[in-house]
C-alpha cells in the first residue's frame, strides 16, 4: 500500500513528515519520491509539510505541480533550517497527528523504512511501556558507512558528541542529527517543538531537542539497521574557508553557520550545566584566532590568486607550484602490485607527486618492486630492529618536514617513530597536512593490555590527522564510530587494477593453460588449489598443504600449488617435498605468468593473513578459501562473502580447510557460483576508482579549492 493510497477514515495513525529545503530542487524532488514510495502497514496514513525557505530555482512550484497533497508552507531566506523546521512543525501539530516525521529534504528513503521506525516505537513501547523518540540512521551513498543518526554525550565535554553506530537492535542516544527522526505527537506537545531563539540558525535546534526528551526522562533510540541514504556535507566550515576574506571568516563564525550569539550562549546555558558560560565562550576562543591566521584572500585579490595562476602562488596555506601543491608518498615499500595505482597517480594535473621509495628489512612480509615508478622518486632507506619484520623509521621524514612539500601521505602505523614525528609536526607547525592511509583497527586485536594500548594510540595518531583513507567501510564507520570527523574517513576499498588483469586474461587460450601445466609440473587434468604470496610462517600454508594431503587420502587427486618467496620458504618447502600433490616454485611477478595459473585454479587458497590476493583473485573470477578467526587478515576480508564469492572454513586447522575445500570437489554447482559471485565482488574493485574519486577527492578537499557540490539544505 503506497503512502498515499490509505483513505483518512481506514487510517488509526497518521504520521506527518515535516522538510525543509532551499534552493536544490532535484534533489527535494528524489526525497519526496522516496518518501511517498513508502509501503506502510495497514492502518497507516502518510502526509506531508513542506518549508520552501526563499528558492529562487523554481522548488515550490515543482513541489507543488508534483505533490499537490504535500502542504507547502513559504519563508523568504532567513528562516534557515530550524526556523523552517519550527514553522513547519508547528503547522503539522494542529491536526494532530500520531507521530511527526522529521525529514531532511536530500534523505532517500529506502523501502520499508518507515515501517522499520514504527516497528522500533512499537517494540520499545511494548517493552517499557513509555514513547520513545525514534531516530533512524543514513549512510553516505559515496562510501557506504554512516552519515547521520543518534548521538552520545562525551562524558566530559558536553558539547562533544560521538555517533551511535547503526546495528540490529535499537541503540540508546542522548541525542540526535535530525535526518530522520519520528517523533510522537504525544512527545512533541511535551516538549513543545523548536524553541523560536533557533529561527535564521542552521543547526542546534535538533540536539536541543534530543538533550531535552532525555531531561524530561523520554526515551531517544535509533532504530536497527540504516534507513535511507543521505549525502555527508565535507564543505569547508564558512569560518575555516581560505577562500574568504578574514572579515569573511570572523562573520561567518556569528552566522547562522557557525555560532550565532544569542542562539549559542542560550543553549549552553540550558545543556552547559554549571560552568556554562566557559563552555559559550569556548567557541569563540579558538576559533576567532583561528580564522583571523588563516591565509586567505584580501577583497583586492583577483581569479588568478582563487584558482591558481602559473608560476609561484597560494591558495591557503597550500604552496602551489604551477598551480599544484607538493604531495609525498611514503608509503615506504612500492611494491609491484602497487605500480598500477602509481599510474593512475601520474595521470591527474592537479597534485605533484613524489614516491619516497626504499628496499624493505630483512624479513619484511613485503618486496620493493625492481620495475621502474612512473613518478619521481626520491631513494630512502628504512631502520627497522635486527631480524624484525616491522619497519620502526620510516625513511625520508626530515626531507617531509623541510618545507618543500604541502601534503604527507603514509601508512598510519603506530610502531613506526617516523609517522609519529611527522603526526606532531604537523600538530605543532601545521605542515606538512598528514594523511594517513591503512586499515584503522582503532579496538585493536586480541585482548589484554598491549591490545587496547595499540587501539588507543591508533585512536589518538588517526585524530590527529588531516584525513585518514580507510581500505573498508567497516572500518571506516569504525573511525567515525570512534569521535573521527565522519568528512575527514575516505574509504579507498584497497585493491588492484581489475581491468588489467581482465585484460591479461582474455588473451590466455587453452593451449596456454596446458603450456603452463606442463611448465610448472601440474597433471594435465584434475583440480588444482593455488597459493601465491609472500611466505612467511603468518600465512599459514603449512595448514594448506596438510589439508590437500588429507584430500588426497581421501581420494581426491587434487594438487596445491604454491607461488612464492619469503622467510618461511625453507620449512613450505621441505613439506612440500614431503607431502604428494604439493608442488612449490619461485614468486612470479608478471600478470602474462600468472595469468594461467589463476585460470587453471579451481579456488586460491589462503588459510591466514589474507591481503590483497582476495582482490586479485575475484579479477579472474576465482573464489577463494581462507579460514574464519585467523588473527593475521587484513581488513580485505570483508571482500570475502561465504557462500556469495568464496568460502570460510571454521577454523585455522588441516581437517576443517579440507573440508570445505571437499565441498567445491563434490559441489560444481557450488564452485560454478562462487565464480560468478567473485566476478561480481571485482566488478566494484577497480585501481582507477580508488585513485581518482577517494585520493583526489581528499586532496582537493585538503587544498580547500572549490567543489561543485549541492547547495547546502536550510
Given at each position: 500500500?503506497?503512502?498515499?493510497?490509505?483513505?483518512?477514515?481506514?487510517?488509526?495513525?497518521?504520521?506527518?513528515?515535516?522538510?525543509?529545503?532551499?534552493?536544490?530542487?532535484?534533489?527535494?524532488?528524489?526525497?519526496?519520491?522516496?518518501?511517498?514510495?513508502?509501503?506502510?502497514?495497514?492502518?497507516?496514513?502518510?502526509?506531508?509539510?513542506?518549508?520552501?525557505?526563499?528558492?529562487?530555482?523554481?522548488?515550490?512550484?515543482?513541489?507543488?505541480?508534483?505533490?499537490?497533497?504535500?502542504?507547502?508552507?513559504?519563508?523568504?531566506?532567513?528562516?534557515?533550517?530550524?526556523?523552517?523546521?519550527?514553522?513547519?512543525?508547528?503547522?503539522?501539530?494542529?491536526?494532530?497527528?500520531?507521530?511527526?516525521?522529521?525529514?531532511?529534504?536530500?534523505?532517500?528513503?529506502?523501502?520499508?523504512?518507515?515501517?522499520?521506525?514504527?516497528?522500533?516505537?512499537?517494540?520499545?513501547?511494548?517493552?517499557?511501556?513509555?514513547?520513545?523518540?525514534?531516530?533512524?540512521?543514513?549512510?553516505?551513498?559515496?562510501?557506504?558507512?554512516?552519515?547521520?543518526?543518534?548521538?552520545?554525550?562525551?562524558?566530559?565535554?558536553?558539547?562533544?558528541?560521538?555517533?551511535?553506530?547503526?546495528?540490529?537492535?535499537?541503540?540508546?542516544?542522548?541525542?540526535?542529527?535530525?535526518?530522520?527522526?519520528?517523533?510522537?505527537?504525544?512527545?512533541?506537545?511535551?516538549?513543545?517543538?523548536?524553541?523560536?531563539?533557533?529561527?535564521?540558525?542552521?543547526?542546534?535546534?535538533?540536539?536541543?531537542?534530543?538533550?531535552?526528551?532525555?531531561?524530561?526522562?523520554?526515551?531517544?533510540?535509533?532504530?536497527?539497521?540504516?534507513?535511507?541514504?543521505?549525502?555527508?556535507?565535507?564543505?569547508?566550515?564558512?569560518?575555516?574557508?581560505?577562500?574568504?576574506?578574514?572579515?569573511?571568516?570572523?562573520?561567518?563564525?556569528?552566522?547562522?553557520?557557525?555560532?550565532?550569539?544569542?542562539?549559542?550562549?542560550?543553549?549552553?546555558?540550558?545543556?552547559?550545566?554549571?560552568?556554562?558560560?566557559?563552555?559559550?565562550?569556548?567557541?569563540?576562543?579558538?576559533?576567532?584566532?583561528?580564522?583571523?591566521?588563516?591565509?586567505?584572500?584580501?577583497?583586492?585579490?583577483?581569479?588568478?590568486?582563487?584558482?591558481?595562476?602559473?608560476?609561484?602562488?597560494?591558495?591557503?596555506?597550500?604552496?602551489?607550484?604551477?598551480?599544484?601543491?607538493?604531495?609525498?608518498?611514503?608509503?615506504?615499500?612500492?611494491?609491484?602490485?602497487?605500480?598500477?595505482?602509481?599510474?593512475?597517480?601520474?595521470?591527474?594535473?592537479?597534485?605533484?607527486?613524489?614516491?619516497?621509495?626504499?628496499?624493505?628489512?630483512?624479513?619484511?612480509?613485503?618486496?620493493?618492486?625492481?620495475?621502474?615508478?612512473?613518478?619521481?622518486?626520491?631513494?630512502?632507506?628504512?631502520?627497522?630492529?635486527?631480524?624484525?619484520?616491522?619497519?620502526?623509521?620510516?625513511?625520508?621524514?626530515?626531507?617531509?618536514?623541510s618545507g618543500r612539500y604541502d601534503a604527507v601521505i603514509t601508512v598510519g602505523h603506530v610502531h613506526d617513530l617516523g609517522v609519529w614525528v611527522l603526526w606532531l609536526a604537523r600538530r605543532l607547525t601545521g605542515r606538512p597536512r598528514l594523511i594517513l592511509s591503512g586499515h584503522f583497527r582503532l579496538k585493536g586485536e586480541g585482548s589484554g593490555p598491549v591490545a587496547g594500548l595499540r587501539g588507543w594510540l591508533r585512536t589518538v595518531m588517526a585524530r590527529g590527522a588531516d584525513a585518514l583513507l580507510v581500505y573498508t567501510p567497516r572500518f571506516g564507520a569504525q573511525c567515525v564510530a570512534h569521535g573521527i570527523p565522519a568528512d575527514r574517513v575516505f574509504v579507498t576499498h584497497n585493491t588492484i587494477d581489475v581491468a588489467a588483469v581482465r585484460d591479461t586474461s582474455a588473451e590466455i587460450g587453452p593451449d596456454d593453460l596446458m603450456a603452463a601445466r606442463a611448465r610448472h609440473g601440474l597433471p594435465e587434468a584434475g583440480p588444482v588449489f593455488l597459493f601465491v604470496g609472500r611466505l612467511y610462517a603468518g600465512k599459514r600454508v603449512d595448514v594448506a598443504i596438510a589439508a590437500i594431503s588429507a584430500l588426497r587420502r581421501r581420494g581426491h587427486a587434487c594438487t596445491l600449488l604454491v607461488v612464492g618467496d619469503g622467510p618461511d620458504q625453507p620449512r613450505i618447502k621441505t613439506?612440500?617435498?614431503?607431502?604428494?600433490?604439493?608442488?612449490?616454485?619461485?614468486?612470479?611477478?608478471?600478470?602474462?605468468?600468472?595469468?594461467?595459473?589463476?585460470?587453471?585454479?579451481?579456488?586460491?587458497?589462503?588459510?591466514?593473513?589474507?591481503?590483497?590476493?582476495?582482490?586479485?583473485?575475484?579479477?579472474?573470477?576465482?573464489?577463494?578459501?581462507?579460514?574464519?578467526?585467523?588473527?593475521?587478515?587484513?581488513?580485505?576480508?570483508?571482500?570475502?562473502?561465504?557462500?556469495?564469492?568464496?568460502?570460510?572454513?571454521?577454523?585455522?586447522?588441516?581437517?576443517?580447510?579440507?573440508?570445505?575445500?571437499?565441498?567445491?570437489?563434490?559441489?560444481?554447482?557450488?564452485?560454478?557460483?562462487?565464480?560468478?559471485?567473485?566476478?561480481?565482488?571485482?566488478?566494484?574493485?577497480?585501481?582507477?576508482?580508488?585513485?581518482?574519486?577517494?585520493?583526489?577527492?581528499?586532496?582537493?578537499?585538503?587544498?580547500?579549492?572549490?567543489?561543485?557540490?549541492?547547495?547546502?539544505?536550510?
Amino acid at each position: 500500500m503506497s503512502g498515499t493510497a490509505l483513505s483518512g477514515e481506514a487510517a488509526t495513525r497518521r504520521i506527518i513528515a515535516v522538510l525543509a529545503c532551499h534552493g536544490r530542487v532535484a534533489t527535494t524532488l528524489a526525497g519526496l519520491t522516496a518518501l511517498f514510495d513508502q509501503t506502510l502497514p495497514p492502518g497507516v496514513m502518510l502526509e506531508a509539510v513542506v518549508v520552501d525557505d526563499g528558492s529562487d530555482d523554481g522548488t515550490a512550484d515543482a513541489v507543488a505541480t508534483r505533490f499537490p497533497q504535500v502542504r507547502l508552507l513559504h519563508g523568504d531566506g532567513s528562516l534557515w533550517w530550524a526556523g523552517a523546521m519550527a514553522r513547519g512543525l508547528v503547522e503539522a501539530a494542529h491536526s494532530r497527528p500520531d507521530f511527526l516525521l522529521w525529514l531532511n529534504d536530500d534523505v532517500c528513503l529506502d523501502e520499508g523504512a518507515l515501517a522499520a521506525l514504527l516497528a522500533c516505537h512499537d517494540g520499545w513501547c511494548d517493552e517499557t511501556g513509555q514513547a520513545p523518540i525514534v531516530v533512524g540512521a543514513t549512510r553516505d551513498p559515496d562510501t557506504g558507512f554512516g552519515s547521520y543518526g543518534g548521538q552520545r554525550r562525551h562524558p566530559r565535554r558536553p558539547f562533544r558528541f560521538l555517533p551511535v553506530a547503526p546495528a540490529a537492535a535499537p541503540q540508546p542516544c542522548d541525542t540526535f542529527q535530525g535526518n530522520v527522526v519520528l517523533v510522537p505527537g504525544s512527545v512533541y506537545e511535551r516538549l513543545g517543538g523548536i524553541p523560536a531563539i533557533f529561527s535564521g540558525v542552521q543547526g542546534m535546534a535538533d540536539t536541543d531537542f534530543g538533550l531535552r526528551a532525555g531531561q524530561a526522562g523520554i526515551a531517544v533510540v535509533q532504530a536497527p539497521g540504516l534507513v535511507g541514504a543521505c549525502t555527508l556535507n565535507r564543505a569547508v566550515a564558512a569560518w575555516r574557508d581560505e577562500r574568504l576574506t578574514r572579515r569573511a571568516r570572523v562573520a561567518a563564525l556569528f552566522g547562522p553557520r557557525g555560532f550565532p550569539p544569542r542562539a549559542w550562549f542560550a543553549f549552553a546555558r540550558r545543556h552547559g550545566g554549571p560552568v556554562w558560560p566557559l563552555w559559550a565562550v569556548s567557541p569563540y576562543l579558538f576559533r576567532i584566532p583561528a580564522a583571523l591566521m588563516a591565509r586567505g584572500c584580501t577583497p583586492s585579490c583577483d581569479d588568478r590568486c582563487r584558482n591558481g595562476a602559473a608560476g609561484e602562488n597560494t591558495v591557503g596555506d597550500i604552496t602551489v607550484a604551477k598551480g599544484r601543491p607538493r604531495v609525498a608518498l611514503m608509503d615506504g615499500i612500492m611494491t609491484h602490485y602497487r605500480l598500477p595505482f602509481l599510474r593512475e597517480l601520474a595521470r591527474m594535473d592537479d597534485f605533484a607527486f613524489t614516491v619516497f621509495n626504499g628496499p624493505a628489512p630483512p624479513n619484511h612480509t613485503a618486496v620493493m618492486t625492481d620495475e621502474p615508478l612512473p613518478l619521481p622518486v626520491l631513494p630512502v632507506r628504512h631502520r627497522s630492529i635486527p631480524g624484525g619484520t616491522r619497519i620502526l623509521w620510516t625513511g625520508g621524514v626530515m626531507e617531509a618536514m623541510s618545507g618543500r612539500y604541502d601534503a604527507v601521505i603514509t601508512v598510519g602505523h603506530v610502531h613506526d617513530l617516523g609517522v609519529w614525528v611527522l603526526w606532531l609536526a604537523r600538530r605543532l607547525t601545521g605542515r606538512p597536512r598528514l594523511i594517513l592511509s591503512g586499515h584503522f583497527r582503532l579496538k585493536g586485536e586480541g585482548s589484554g593490555p598491549v591490545a587496547g594500548l595499540r587501539g588507543w594510540l591508533r585512536t589518538v595518531m588517526a585524530r590527529g590527522a588531516d584525513a585518514l583513507l580507510v581500505y573498508t567501510p567497516r572500518f571506516g564507520a569504525q573511525c567515525v564510530a570512534h569521535g573521527i570527523p565522519a568528512d575527514r574517513v575516505f574509504v579507498t576499498h584497497n585493491t588492484i587494477d581489475v581491468a588489467a588483469v581482465r585484460d591479461t586474461s582474455a588473451e590466455i587460450g587453452p593451449d596456454d593453460l596446458m603450456a603452463a601445466r606442463a611448465r610448472h609440473g601440474l597433471p594435465e587434468a584434475g583440480p588444482v588449489f593455488l597459493f601465491v604470496g609472500r611466505l612467511y610462517a603468518g600465512k599459514r600454508v603449512d595448514v594448506a598443504i596438510a589439508a590437500i594431503s588429507a584430500l588426497r587420502r581421501r581420494g581426491h587427486a587434487c594438487t596445491l600449488l604454491v607461488v612464492g618467496d619469503g622467510p618461511d620458504q625453507p620449512r613450505i618447502k621441505t613439506l612440500a617435498d614431503e607431502a604428494e600433490g604439493v608442488i612449490l616454485i619461485p614468486a612470479l611477478f608478471k600478470e602474462s605468468e600468472l595469468a594461467p595459473l589463476f585460470r587453471i585454479a579451481t579456488a586460491v587458497v589462503c588459510p591466514d593473513s589474507v591481503g590483497l590476493l582476495i582482490a586479485h583473485a575475484f579479477a579472474y573470477g576465482v573464489p577463494i578459501v581462507a579460514c574464519r578467526g585467523a588473527p593475521g587478515h587484513g581488513v580485505e576480508i570483508d571482500y570475502l562473502e561465504h557462500g556469495g564469492n568464496g568460502l570460510f572454513a571454521d577454523d585455522v586447522e588441516a581437517e576443517s580447510l579440507a573440508a570445505t575445500l571437499e565441498r567445491l570437489l563434490s559441489e560444481p554447482e557450488l564452485a560454478d557460483h562462487l565464480a560468478a559471485g567473485a566476478r561480481q565482488t571485482a566488478d566494484g574493485l577497480g585501481v582507477g576508482t580508488m585513485a581518482d574519486a577517494n585520493f583526489a577527492a581528499l586532496y582537493r578537499a585538503l587544498a580547500n579549492r572549490p567543489r561543485k557540490t549541492n547547495p547546502p539544505s536550510t
